[in-house]
């Protein structure tokens, strides 16, 4: 059974630092691994997907990585800003069912200026 | 491309009645579907997974016949929470898969159920 699991829980941190946001899972047998964005009472909004092929995705400012083997994946914030302020998520799939994702319980990130 | 859409965005009813959520992949055929829960201040719990033209398959806990789930066609799943109770209350958030291929979901904005 898949298990994801988000440290730290939560990260306050001033304005132009750089951070790194961790994600492990217990089933390594995964196809991809997602990382979402979630604003207070809004939807999710999809940063990176990491195919297991891959080892890492960047997009602007974000960077994720993924070691299947030892079971991590890690999302690096390079220079944060106010407007990342929000929840990371970390998805992984379930073992067997057709795309059934399993969530991390986030990572609430406070960057003030 | 890849847009999903939930309607409505928001809905408050009374305690008994049913309401209905609509989930809909506007610029892609979706032959799978998911809906999940989220309560406040946790993550997202998937519900059931929902195929077109079949039955959907609902995860451990969850009272198919509480959370009704139809995928008519490629385009539309919907959600009806049968009887609300002020404990169905939460964020109702669904997903799809493009049938043409790729292993990525894509998400919809979510529905706030408040039940008084």
């Known amino acids: 059974k898949q298990e994801v699991t988000q440290i730290p829980a939560a990260l306050s941190v001033p304005e132009g630092e750089n951070l790194v946001l961790n994600c492990s899972f217990t089933?390594?047998?995964?196809?991809?691994l997602q990382w979402f964005r979630q604003d207070p009472g809004k939807g999710l909004t999809s940063l990176l997907l990491?195919?297991?092929?891959?080892r890492e995705q960047t997009s602007g400012r974000l960077n994720a990585s993924l070691d299947k083997s030892s079971g991590r994946s890690t999302l690096y914030i390079a220079a944060s800003q106010p407007g990342d302020s929000a929840t990371y998520l970390c998805a992984a799939p379930s073992g067997g069912g057709y795309n059934k994702l399993i969530f991390g319980a986030g990572t609430r990130l406070a960057v003030h200026p | 491309g890849a847009v999903v859409s939930q309607h409505p965005s928001r809905v408050i009813c009374k305690s008994g009645t049913s309401v209905k959520i609509e989930c809909r992949s506007l610029d892609f055929q979706a032959t799978t579907m998911f809906w999940y829960r989220q309560f406040p201040k946790q993550s997202l719990m998937l519900m059931a997974t929902s195929n077109e033209g079949s039955k959907a398959t609902y995860e451990q806990g969850v009272e198919k016949d509480k959370f009704l789930i139809n995928h008519a066609s490629l385009t539309l799943s919907t959600l009806t929470v049968t009887s609300a109770h002020p404990e169905d209350s939460s964020f109702y958030i669904c997903s799809a898969v493009r049938t043409s291929g790729g292993n990525e979901q894509f998400f919809g904005p979510g529905t706030r159920l408040t039940v008084l």
């Open positions: 089933d390594s047998a995964i196809y991809n």
């Open positions: 990491i195919q297991s092929s891959q």
